[in-house]
């Protein structure tokens, strides 16, 4: 794997998942990413132990942290102490990139704001994730991801069920703030570039709004245009194109069919499913047939499909020239043979020896999956950080300790 952020050194200011996935995605890629987390009692997210309906063990492998948080430096610092500050000061002025989710008013208490990195490394690439952006009268405003990118940017209404008389929760623990950590990583990586060509290092700002409202930008665009807002179709409204729907399988696992040009692959999918009569019925010849008749054809590929169990379809269907899936839960995903052959999924060894499974960064170079290393303990580079980085006596170090200002 070529290792594109190597000799890069990023400095986090954050908790949560939005920003640091951001710096895991760095690590990943090759960077050297210091954590700065407050000293008395680390990242917030050490203490979650519940997301959803599923609650962790409280084992030494915390799943969601180490999702966001791999491969990183950890150091505890009380940024509210005026050594804390001169210490993540002599860190920024060895570092590419600051990286922070706090607040303004938060990053002016602590002395953290864009004046203040920048007062001691002027190339330093300053990094802002935010819920609703950086100006405008909510710019002082906390948010998830569950509120800028799922509610205010219009995900959750274009996903709500029309039979549903509610809003349905995001899909995943982190669901918006993995993307906005993705889109987070690529703006650095474009600073970082423009820096290099001009000597220039930018402010970058990314919001969990605007990731959404990108994340929905076609169906902004239409909607706009038509004057009406997007939504979903009711369960089981026929479009027109049988071939582009979802089937029950005899085990009820699901599939989807997305053939958009429908009677272009009906006679192919009447041969893998074993309906080769239908080719010629007067009810399907013609696109025009087809569209008028789709109930009548899915009704009839739905009891066909539930005939035979997912494994015997995805058999039957893996030589058919249009387009289809099976639905799969977060647990099958892992398995699949083409995340397999592209290693979309690696594994982290935790500090006993253990491996588990983490999701790869999905930009791969070279053809290769980026590597990752676990997410460190809290303030297990502590020490290290301020004798072998920064070259401070352990002497001094011990009295920071007993100051309460470094872990």
């Not at 043979?337 to 020896?353: K, L």
Request: proline share 6%; aromatic share 8%.
């Amino acid at each position: 794997m070529t290792a594109v952020m190597q000799g890069i050194r990023v400095l986090e200011v954050a908790e949560h998942t939005f920003v640091p996935a951001a710096s895991a995605i760095l690590s990943d890629w090759g960077a050297d990413v210091i954590k700065i987390e407050p000293a008395e009692r680390g990242d917030a997210m050490r203490g979650i132990m519940s997301s959803g309906n599923m609650r962790l063990d409280g084992g030494a492998w915390h799943p969601l942290l180490q999702h966001s948080n791999r491969g990183k430096r950890s150091i505890g610092l009380d940024l509210s102490t005026a050594e804390g500050v001169d210490i993540l000061y002599k860190l920024a002025a060895t570092c590419d990139v600051f990286l922070t989710n706090k607040l303004p008013a938060v990053r002016s208490k602590l002395r953290i704001d864009v004046e203040d990195i920048r007062a001691v490394n002027d190339k330093i690439v300053y990094v802002r994730g935010t819920g609703f952006g950086s100006r405008g009268p909510e710019a002082d405003r906390g948010g998830y991801d569950v509120l800028g990118y799922w509610c205010r940017a219009g995900v959750a209404y274009g996903a709500k069920p029309v039979e549903l008389d509610a809003i349905t929760a995001q899909p995943a623990p982190a669901y918006g703030d993995s993307i906005g950590a993705m889109t987070i990583a690529g703006g650095i990586s474009a600073a970082l570039l423009h820096r290099e060509r001009t000597g220039e290092a930018p402010i970058v700002d990314v919001s969990l709004l605007a990731t959404g409202m990108w994340a929905m930008g076609a169906a902004i665009a239409l909607s706009h245009e038509v004057n009406s807002p997007w939504g979903q179709f009711p369960v089981g409204t026929d479009v027109g194109n049988p071939l582009t729907a979802s089937y029950r399988t005899s085990d009820g696992h699901w599939l989807q069919l997305a053939c958009l040009q429908g009677f272009h692959y009906w006679a192919d999918a009447c041969r893998v499913t074993g309906l080769s009569e239908l080719v010629d019925d007067e009810r399907f010849a013609d696109p025009e047939t087809l569209a008028a008749n789709s109930p009548t054809a899915r009704a009839i590929l739905a009891e066909r499909f539930a005939t035979a169990p997912m494994d015997e379809w995805k058999q039957r269907l893996a030589d058919f020239r249009g387009q289809w899936s099976p639905v799969q839960d977060p647990i099958e995903v892992k398995s699949d043979p083409q995340v397999v052959a592209n290693g979309y999924i690696v594994e982290a060894e935790s500090s006993s020896g253990d491996k588990h499974p983490l999701v790869a960064t999905p930009v791969q170079f070279d053809q290769t999956p980026s590597p990752t290393r676990r997410a460190p303990d809290f303030n297990e580079h502590g020490d290290a950080i301020l004798t072998d980085d920064l070259g401070m006596d352990w002497d001094d170090v011990i009295e920071l300790k007993v100051k309460g200002v470094v872990a």
